[in-house]
């Protein structure tokens, strides 16, 4: 392959990432999810959804079946985000935690799985209704660890709640010699119900603030607020303002606050924080050796008052991810020769750098582009190539779009009806 063009390699890409975090108490996914997506905003082309669930239905006859077939939450959002070109890259699931990555299918060659992980921190530290869930990846040749978590609850157990972010952070690190420590990975998502309350204040105080949009009366007693002016490493971890109402607790199927005899206080229970390793200052004789540019910024962080299926309101934040790619080029290229129009005829070559190690087990996929956007009309691109590395557990490369004639082997038929879709 030619040498890339180091102009190339020097060019900093922008991306945007969505994350969502909702506790949905048991709840099956809402008709219509357009605003926690922010499908119908113009002003943001988004990249890739990082998407934690917390208290997802998880009785035994809701485990058997999910795993035999995608829970309800993961094959609906794949149904809203699939003909928007972006496809789930990965998963895990640990009891009511979910966690979720989908990504415009063009960024899947520079997106590795290395591992994912669940770390319980329940009953006696072995059951999953509390703890954290975990995908490290390499994007564009950064380290990312991304980890949903439900903490526990209760305005006493603050401490505890403390110990357990402690306790999943430890465990989070992996074995493999050529896989840094957490704490030296370019960048770490952290979300999920975190469970820290609002001490001090009585109900009505809290509520009173709440009315008057006075929400900085409340930050002073914000639990996590305080932690993280005595706990260094969590003072690491950077938050957007909370400048939208507490999401914990409200009737369900409404917007008002806890009506019933317990009247539990509300709080901003839903949290997302960030952290992005230090890069190390350049030597000052030595200029053109800076550092990677890596830089993540804050685009929103609010909730969504629309959705009332739990006591929980979900909330997002979107981010622009600022980087240099240390990867530019996908390990595999791919060229469909054309005209396609039967089976036989179906001839594919590919190229491969000169360290890409290959295996009997890969495999190539041919799968078919769907756009949902009715204004535009039918283009002669319908089919993508992918090939899948087995040793990366990754898509490694990925065709330009291509036609495939109506009369070749994907016309309609058994075939078509069990075609992978994007």
Request: hydrophobic share 40%; net charge negative.
């Amino acid at each position: 392959m030619a040498a890339m063009n180091p102009q190339t390699e020097l060019r900093v890409r922008t991306l945007s990432i969505h994350v969502v975090t909702w506790n949905v108490a048991s709840a099956a996914p809402p008709p219509d999810l357009s605003d926690l997506l922010q499908l119908n905003n113009l002003n943001l082309n988004l990249d890739v959804y990082v998407i934690g669930l917390q208290e997802m239905n998880c009785g035994i006859m809701s485990l058997l079946s999910d795993t035999a077939f995608e829970d309800p939450w993961s094959s609906f959002l794949m149904d809203v985000l699939s003909p928007l070109s972006f496809v789930k890259v990965s998963s895990v699931r640990m009891q009511g935690l979910l966690l979720l990555i989908f990504a415009k299918y063009q960024h899947l060659p520079f997106i590795q799985i290395l591992s994912t992980k669940s770390t319980p921190t329940g009953l006696f530290g072995y059951w999953g209704n509390k703890g954290g869930v975990n995908i490290f990846l390499k994007f564009y040749g950064y380290y990312v660890s991304i980890i949903n978590c439900h903490l526990p609850p209760h305005m006493a157990n603050n401490d505890q709640r403390l110990e357990h972010f402690d306790r999943i952070l430890e465990m989070q690190n992996f074995e493999a010699q050529d896989i840094p420590n957490i704490l030296d990975h370019d960048l770490i998502l952290w979300f999920g119900d975190m469970n820290f309350r609002i001490e001090d204040f009585g109900l009505h105080f809290v509520r009173e603030s709440i009315k008057n949009q006075c929400y900085s009366d409340l930050w002073e007693k914000d639990q996590l607020i305080i932690a993280k002016r005595h706990d260094p490493l969590l003072r690491e971890f950077q938050e957007g303002p909370l400048l939208f109402p507490p999401t914990y607790k409200f009737d369900k199927n409404s917007n008002n606050y806890d009506s019933s005899e317990k009247k539990r206080k509300p709080a901003w229970t839903d949290r997302i924080l960030w952290r992005l390793k230090q890069q190390p200052q350049a030597a000052i004789h030595t200029p053109t050796l800076s550092a990677p540019h890596f830089t993540l910024f804050l685009r929103s962080y609010v909730s969504h008052m629309l959705y009332s299926i739990s006591d929980h309101k979900p909330v997002t934040s979107t981010f622009d991810l600022e980087l240099k790619p240390l990867v530019s080029a996908p390990l595999i290229t791919l060229l469909p020769e054309s005209p396609c129009t039967n089976e036989s005829d179906m001839l594919i070559s590919y190229s491969l750098t000169a360290d890409f190690l290959s295996s009997p087990w890969d495999w190539i996929g041919l799968y078919k582009v769907y756009i949902d956007i009715s204004d535009i009309p039918e283009t002669e691109d319908q089919f993508l190539l992918f090939y899948y590395s087995n040793n990366l557990h990754s898509v490694v490369g990925i065709s330009k779009p291509f036609k495939i004639q109506p009369r070749s082997f994907l016309a309609e038929g058994p075939l078509d009806e069990a075609q992978p879709q994007i």
